[in-house]
T-cell receptor
Framework: DTGVSQNPRHKITKRGQNVTFRCDPI?????LYWYRQTLGQGPEFLTY????????KSRLLSDRFSAERPKGSFSTLEIQRTEQGDSAMYLC???????????FGPGTRLTVL | EDQVTQSPEALRLQEGESSSLNCSYT??????LFWYRQDPGKGPEFLFT???AGEEKEKERLKATLTKKESFLHITAPKPEDSATYLC???????????FGQGTELSVKP
């Protein structure tokens, strides 16, 4: 099964440190999305790519957050100078072209101490 | 502003006790409405996509329906393994992002 994969699955860091997460989408999916989910809430959109192009960014994505998809395959999400409020589950999803169904990965749980 | 509201926030059922979950939405041009299931500590698992009012989709004990303002997820004779959080999301004609509701946490007791 070649579903969406995310690494690491868990990350514990100290406030002020930088962290980077990786997402590998389903093979041949050209769209890749990042969402953030806090306890008891639904996922909130952060950003998405079509191939290498970043097409939309949420206002939630402050200057400390940056996402890349350099070759149109995997993507990275970096958070600089982490804050306790960044603690959440970071979810990645992918979809194929005009098909709108987004398939999610297992998520990366971030805890900022 | 696009918005999704789910009710109830939590639902406790006895095994075999059928019920429905509600998803009310406002969106500037609906491209699709999605239902996902999420188990604790895991990513959402896709269940259904509905595109137009009157459409229905079924999978095992689950049936999703859609009107112009809301969607229902009907659960018939649920089993304990159906316990999970059920998420509803909408996709508008304007972009690729999903707008999610806060979810309904379903617990089915034997």
């Amino acid at each position: 099964d070649t579903g969406v994969s995310q690494n690491p699955r868990h990350k514990i860091t100290k406030r002020g440190q930088n962290v980077t997460f990786r997402c590998d989408p389903i093979s041949e999916h050209n769209r890749l999305y990042w969402y953030r989910q806090t306890l008891g809430q639904g996922p909130e959109f952060l950003t998405y790519f079509q191939n290498e192009a970043q097409l939309e960014k949420s206002r939630l994505l402050s200057d400390r957050f940056s996402a890349e998809r350099p070759k149109g395959s995997f993507s990275t999400l970096e958070i600089q100078r982490t804050e306790q409020g960044d603690s959440a589950m970071y979810l990645c999803a992918s979809s194929f072209g005009g098909a709108d169904t987004q398939y999610f990965g297992p998520g990366t749980r971030l805890t900022v101490l | 502003e696009d918005q999704v509201t789910q009710s109830p926030e939590a639902l406790r059922l006895q095994e075999g006790e059928s019920s429905s979950l509600n998803c009310s939405y406002t969106v500037s041009g609906l491209r699709g409405l999605f239902w996902y299931r999420q188990d604790p500590g895991k990513g959402p698992e896709f269940l259904f996509t509905l595109y137009s009012a009157g459409e229905e989709k079924e999978k095992e004990r689950l049936k999703a329906t859609l009107t112009k303002k809301e969607s229902f997820l009907h659960i018939t004779a649920p089993k304990p393994e159906d316990s999970a959080t059920y998420l509803c999301a909408v996709l508008s004609n304007q972009g690729g992002k999903l707008i999610f509701g806060q979810g309904t946490e379903l617990s089915v007791k034997p």
